[in-house]
């Protein structure tokens, strides 16, 4: 389509703990140590892009995901944190939820986002997908809005753009190491 960019993701299991019948016969922990590999055979890669989907109701420091994107990229320089669900987030201090999460994993704000989907009522009046998208970003700058700067990106927009952006930086970078 012409209307969205280009970009390849490769979306990677949740790491799972607990096998149920028909998984690694039965064993969590080696159903684990399955996911955790395959997880690490693509995150390692320099050119992958950690992005970490996590709901805004977990505790971030608890989160597999983000103890691994930490393990294989310290410096948080290609992980990015995209937090789901914050408007069914019930608890104050999102904002600052988020704030320390990243001063924890060392992320810049271009790298964490705040998103929600599409509500039943959106589907139901099916409303256009640019108006969502609009209605996205005023909802989530009403719900973590806290002095004059947002701690994030705010909405799938400003996700893709920025995936997008880093795509490009990883194109420019690679193109003059081909012969």
Not at 55 to 65: R, Y
Not at 115 to 136: C, F, G, I, K, W
Not at 153 to 175: F, N
Request: hydrophobic content about 35%; overall charge negative; charged content about 30%.
């Amino acid at each position: 389509r012409r209307d969205q960019d280009d970009l390849t993701l490769v979306d990677l299991p949740g790491i799972t703990r607990v096998a149920v019948k028909g998984q690694a016969r039965g064993d969590g922990k080696k159903l684990e140590a399955l996911i955790l590999g395959m997880c690490r055979r693509y995150m390692k890669l320099e050119e992958s892009i950690l992005l970490n989907v996590v709901s805004a109701m977990v505790d971030f420091s608890t989160s597999a995901s983000l103890q691994l994107s930490r393990e294989l990229d310290p410096q948080g320089k290609r992980t990015m944190l995209c937090i789901t669900k914050i408007d069914q987030y019930q608890e104050n201090g999102l904002h600052d939820k988020i704030k320390t999460a990243m001063e924890m994993m060392e992320l810049d704000h271009d790298h964490v986002f705040a998103v929600r989907n599409r509500s039943q009522q959106e589907n139901n009046d099916e409303l256009p997908l640019d108006e969502v998208r609009r209605l996205e970003v005023l909802e989530t700058e009403k719900i973590l809005h806290e002095g004059d700067v947002p701690v994030c990106g705010l909405g799938v927009a400003s996700l893709s753009k920025q995936l997008v952006k880093i795509q490009h930086d990883q194109i420019l970078q690679t193109l003059p190491q081909i012969k």
